[in-house]
């Protein structure tokens, strides 16, 4: 096949303690899945439904590499998350059979222009230059479900520059892992290589230049660079 101009590299990360990589097909993320951060966002956790959006497979950032401060904002957002790696997927999947789909997890952030996100709430409009824009979603190397198993209960950090900011267990999530699988599913047609980010407990806050942020989870990895 003769292309009339040069494609893009395949975006993808590292699995853990192996030269092997995972490709990335697409990132989806749930919006609101900590009751505290439903809360701190104005929200009510007990009525409102998971709340879906997307950021491109270009947005991936690995290796603790750098990542450079967004353009067109001024309150750039920190979220850690659990990320979910998919190995396979289908439509309609049930809440039974979802975690079959799972190749592996990572740890992962969610950045967020929040100052673009407010005028999109304010407005109706879509959340695309909020949440999917260049380097927004740096993430560790995977570790197979294979070897960490399923995590329930384990505990989630971020830090920045050495201070806690976010902490929590990862059984505070409103809708456990094969739950978002499965509800995603009823909308997308999920594929390997799509990743899900699985939203954020309390405590997100603004970071800048300068700024290091380490996160991690228990028994699934750590993830450490630095906003320039």
Not at 24 to 46: A, L
Not at 121 to 126: A, D, L, S, T
Request: glycine share 8%.
């Amino acid at each position: 096949m003769e292309y009339v101009v040069k494609p893009s590299a395949i975006p993808s990360v590292p699995v853990n303690n192996t030269d092997e990589f995972f490709p990335v097909h697409r990132i989806y993320c749930v919006g609101r899945n900590y009751s505290d951060h439903v809360k701190e966002m104005g929200g009510d956790p007990k009525q409102e439904p998971p709340i879906f959006f997307s950021k491109p497979a270009s947005a991936c950032v690995v290796g603790n590499q750098d990542v450079n401060y967004p353009q067109a904002t001024s309150d750039l957002h920190h979220e850690v998350e659990l990320v979910v790696a998919l190995k396979s997927g289908g439509k309609d999947l049930s809440i039974e059979s979802a975690l079959d789909c799972v190749y592996g997890y990572a740890v992962g952030i969610d950045f967020t222009r929040r100052d673009l996100q407010a005028i999109a709430k304010n407005n109706g409009r879509p959340w695309d230059v909020a949440k999917g824009f260049d380097q927004s979603a740096p993430i560790s190397s995977i570790a197979p479900a294979s070897e960490c198993g399923h995590p329930v209960d384990s505990r989630i950090t971020l830090k920045v520059n050495g201070e806690i900011r976010q902490q929590a267990k990862l059984d505070e999530m409103i809708w456990a892992v094969p739950e978002i699988i499965s509800s995603l599913s009823q909308f997308f047609e999920l594929k390997s290589g799509d990743l899900i980010y699985t939203g954020t407990p309390a405590g997100v806050a603004a970071v800048g230049v300068g700024d290091t942020l380490s996160a991690s989870i228990e028994g699934v990895g750590e993830l450490e660079f630095n906003i320039v």
